[in-house]
């Protein structure tokens, strides 16, 4: 069964800096794909990052060069650097599998206020 456990959220001030977290088990996690989503309040949930197995990165242009997506795979690990947080950032962070079973993290929320 394919788990997947978020960390790293918090309260951050504007122009902040976070390392979010993601720890995976019960896959073979060298050769998936892995995502991070946002979702605001009252907003749908939204694709902001995606690393291939390869290492390859895509973003949303609303991060672009202020989120950071990478891996360890000897750690089973997945992270999301954001940097110059924005209160519009503010938003519940989760891990996502990208490929079957489209697994889902618990989520860790993000706020950045002053």
């Known amino acids: 069964q394919v788990q997947l456990v978020e960390s790293g959220g918090g309260l951050v001030q504007p122009g902040g800096s976070l390392r979010l977290s993601c720890a995976a088990s019960?896959?073979?996690?060298?050769?998936?794909?892995m995502d991070w989503y946002r979702q605001a309040p009252g907003k749908q949930r939204e694709l902001v990052a995606t690393?291939?197995?390869?290492?390859?990165?895509n973003y949303a242009d609303s991060v672009k060069g202020r989120f950071t997506i990478s891996r360890d795979n000897v750690k089973k690990e997945t992270y999301l650097q954001i940097n110059s947080l924005k209160p519009e950032d503010t938003a519940v962070y989760y891990c996502?599998?990208?490929?079957?079973?489209?697994?889902w993290g618990q989520g860790t929320q993000v706020t950045v206020s002053s």
């Open positions: 996502h599998l990208g490929v079957s079973p489209f697994s």
């Open positions: 019960g896959i073979i996690f060298s050769i998936v794909p």
């Open positions: 690393i291939t197995r390869g290492g390859s990165t």
